[in-house]
C-alpha cells in the first residue's frame, strides 16, 4: 500500500518507571477508597454547590441533575467571563445574562453580549467591517480541510493523533455578487489522500486573490504541514498562506454581534443567524468530529451503497462550511 512504511513500536511508546509517585500517594487511595465507600452507602444527596469542578478535568455525570435550574443559555455562556464572576453572579441570584446588572465589571466585548440579550438588537460596527471587506482581493477562495487522526499512524510522515487533512470544499467567487463555483476532494481509504489532495488544492487556488477560511490556525497548520513533507509544493504552499484571511475576526472582536450567536463566535452558530436559510441541522455529518468518525468508517466497510452514503455525507458537511463563509461574505 503506497504512503504506508513499516511502523517503529519503539518510537510510540515512552517507558518509565512511576514506582516512587505510586509510593507518596498511598495513603491517599486508602482516603479515596474511604470516602467512595460513604458515598455508596448513603442515600443523602451530596450537598455540593455547581462550579467550575464540574467540567474540570472532565464534564462530571450528573451535571444534568445539578444543573437543572439553570438555563441552557445563562450567564455561565457569556463570553470568556472567568468563573470568579460566574459564581459571584450566581450567588447573586442572577442566572439570565438579560438580569446582569448594568454597572456589573465586564469587558466591552462581554458588555456587548449582555446588551444585545437586554435589547434583542444585533451590534454591528460598520468601519471595521468595511476595513476588513478592504482586504479582500477577487477571485476570493473559501477553503475548508476536514481531518481524521488515528494513535498508530497509518501514513509515512505521521505522529500518533495527528490530525490528517482527508478533504477539502472550495468555493470560488470571481467577483462581488456573482454565483460561486465549487471545487472539491475527498480521500479514498486506505490511500494516503494528502498527495493528491494538496496537488488538487494548489491547482485550483490558481496564482492570486484571496483565500478566506474560518480560523486560520487550523488550515495553515495543516498547510505548513503538507510542505514540509512534500517539497515540491513548499514555494506554492507559503504564497497560499500569504494569501489567507481569517473570516472568524470581526466575529471573535464583535464587530458584528447577534443574539443568536448566544456569545459564540463558531461558525456553527454564526451562520444561522445572519444567514437563517442555512443550517447543520438537517444533515446527517453536522460537526467536525462526525466527519472524522464518517472517514474513518469508509476503511472497514465494505458495501458500496452505505460507502457512497457516507461520501456523499462528507461532501455536504464540508460544502455548507464553504458555502456559508460564501453566503455570510454576501451580508456584509
Known sequence: MSGKGDIDIRALFSITTVHKEVITRQQEVVRNIEEFGKVLNSTAIPDIQIGEHCSDPYNCDFRGYCWKTVPAYSIFNISNLGWKKKMELYHRGILEIKDVPDDFPLSDKQRFQVIAEKTGKGIIDKKAIQFFMEQLQYPLFYLDFETHGSPVPLYDNARP????????????????????EHREFLGTPPEDPRPELIRQLVSELENEGSIIVYNQSFEVNKLKKMAGIYPQFAPAIDKIINRIVDLIVPFRSKSIYLPAMKGSYSIKEVLPALVPKLSYKELNINEGGMASRGYDQLFEITDTEETEKIRKDLLAYCRLDTLGMVEIIGEF
Open 161 to 180: 493523533y495527528e490530525q490528517i487533512p482527508f478533504q477539502y470544499s472550495l468555493h470560488i467567487q470571481r467577483a462581488k455578487g456573482a454565483e460561486p
